[in-house]
Antibody, heavy 125, light 111 residues
């Protein structure tokens, strides 16, 4: 079964750090670009970060730029999100999502087709 | 304030048809970037519903469809069922932000 499983969430104080992990199974993570997406309690989805297969393209949302870092270890079939200088507004469920690229009639579509169940990060003193 | 604008809520009776709009601008939908739709049932992760404006992944029934024109897109669900009650999100890419962007989400209530 194709799936991703997030881990590493928990309760952390403002200013602290956490490292989230995403383990892939049923597919080779190294063959896919990946995203982190988060959802604050009772709120909508917010894209957090993107990394391409070879790490040649890495993007972070402005809200986390300079504090969070996405990375990957293809040999371990794993994706990571290093979260530093945590703030209360970072409290959310963090999802790992696979980026699928599909060609349909000479058009290339990039979308998220496999999502994990998420890991909860709570930032509070 | 989300980059893509969706109505907060829509509703319909069983068997009816509802549409959910998604409005962007010249940096995202209007620039030709595609829209994708996700369904999120209560307490579960998002699930891909439509990719590339109007393509259904295997397993998604044909009573669900998508369209895009200019800076707007829409998701249509016909033959409403109780199990369609969920939150729906549109998603695209924004070139000026250099970011993947989501709509604020629309809560569909089946009356």
């Amino acid at each position: 079964e194709v799936q991703v499983v997030e881990s590493g969430g928990g309760l952390e104080q403002p200013g602290g750090s956490l490292r989230l992990s995403c383990a892939a199974s049923g597919f080779t993570l190294g063959s896919y670009s990946m995203n982190w997406v988060r959802q604050a309690p009772g709120k909508g989805l917010e894209w957090v970060a993107y990394i391409s297969t070879s790490r040649s393209t890495i993007k972070h949302a402005d809200s986390v730029k300079g504090r969070f870092t996405i990375s990957r270890d293809n040999a371990k079939n794993s994706l990571y999100l290093q979260m530093n200088s945590l703030r209360a507004e970072d409290t959310a469920v963090y999802y790992c999502a696979r980026v699928m690229v599909r060609a349909v009639n000479n058009n290339y579509y990039y979308y998220m087709d496999v999502w994990g169940k998420g890991t909860t990060v709570t930032v509070s003193s | 304030q989300s980059v893509l604008t969706q109505p907060p809520s829509v509703s319909g009776a069983p068997g009816q048809r509802v549409t959910i709009s998604c409005t962007g601008n010249s940096s995202n939908l209007g620039a030709g970037y595609d829209v994708h739709w996700y369904q999120q049932l209560p307490g579960t992760p998002p699930k891909l519903l439509i990719y590339g404006n109007n393509n259904r992944p295997s397993g998604v029934p044909d009573r669900i469809s998508g369209s895009k024109s200019g800076t707007s897109a829409s998701l249509a669900i016909s033959g409403l069922r109780a199990e369609d009650e969920a939150d729906y999100y549109c998603q695209s890419y924004d070139s000026s932000l250099s970011a993947w962007v989501f709509g604020g989400g629309t809560k569909l209530t089946v009356l």
